[in-house]
């Protein structure tokens, strides 16, 4: 029987394309690019994510939009005091204000956000599902250019046993990652890839087939469950780490912002 809380639901792997270098000097900077992928472990590796097959039912994906912001590093004393960023919580920052991501649905990687970053090792990494609302000039600037994602910080089109659908989470998730194997950066250019395994958001909870997503928005019957599985649907390994398992220290939350 699949037991969908038992794998990952989505991993941020660690593409090292750093150049060698003798030793790790303080606030030497590098060059990371954050780049996001979707991926759906229930199906062949082969086969593109769009789409999701369990049981007798077939959930086709046709967009997939997140809303991220403070996206950021976290590490030791020596990456810590070279951060070049007014953030008291983590070291690098990559992205601040709200943004829209749309994840590649053909198994590619997009939208590369590159920051510079402090040689030194890093172990986590912090990022928000923002719901944008008119409470700060940065969700207003955002909703001036944006103004359907207002309260929404999730928004997912597609079909459902071929039926259309639009599903909206209203909902926050604040996530702090920690890396199974630390990312070490030296001088030169690494590449981070964010997978979000969207084959497994909406799983019932047997986990021997799908909810119809029309029934999992705010106060409808499967809220709760698509709720829950996109807050554990976060996690983070290290290409490093051979063994593909994650860290148990990882952790994520739902919030209404």
């Known amino acids: 029987m699949y037991r969908p809380m038992h794998r990952p639901i989505a991993a941020l792997s660690v593409m090292a394309a750093a150049a060698c270098s003798t030793g790790l000097e303080t606030n030497l900077d590098g060059e990371v ?19 999701i097959e369990l049981g007798s039912d077939v959930i086709v994906l046709q967009k997939v939009e997140l809303v991220l912001k403070e996206i950021e590093l976290d590490g030791d004393d020596d990456a810590c005091a070279g951060a070049d960023s007014a953030s008291t919580d983590g070291c690098a920052e990559f992205e601040t204000g709200p943004m829209i991501v749309e994840l590649p649905l053909d198994g590619s990687s997009a939208h590369g956000i590159t920051a510079q970053v402090a040689a030194g090792t890093y172990d986590e990494i912090e990022f928000e599902i923002h ?27 597609g079909t459902w046993n071929g039926e259309p659908f639009v599903y909206v989470s209203r909902r926050g998730y604040e996530q702090e ?13 690494a590449d981070l890839t964010l997978q979000v395994d969207v084959g497994r958001w909406f799983v019932n909870v047997a986990g021997t087939g799908l909810v119809d997503p029309r029934l999992a928005l705010e106060g409808q019957a499967f809220d709760a469950l698509v709720d829950a599985n996109i807050e554990a649907s976060f996690d983070a390994f290290s290409t490093d780490d051979s063994s593909g398992h994650s860290s148990d220290d990882s952790s994520g939350h739902s919030t209404d912002d």
């Not at 690019?33 to 789409?51: E, F």
């Not at 600037?141 to 928004?155: M, N, V, Y």
């Not at 990652?177 to 250019?189: L, Q, R, S």
Request: glycine share 2%; aromatic share 6%.
């Open 177 to 189: 990652i920690e890396f199974a194997t630390p990312f070490v950066m030296a001088e030169g250019a």
């Open 131 to 157: 719901r944008p609302d008119d409470d700060t000039e940065a969700d207003l600037a955002f909703l001036a250019q944006h103004p359907e994602f207002e309260d929404i910080s999730i928004r997912v089109t």
């Open 33 to 51: 690019t954050l780049q996001l992928a979707a991926v759906n472990s229930a199906a062949p590796a082969s086969a593109a994510p769009q789409q």
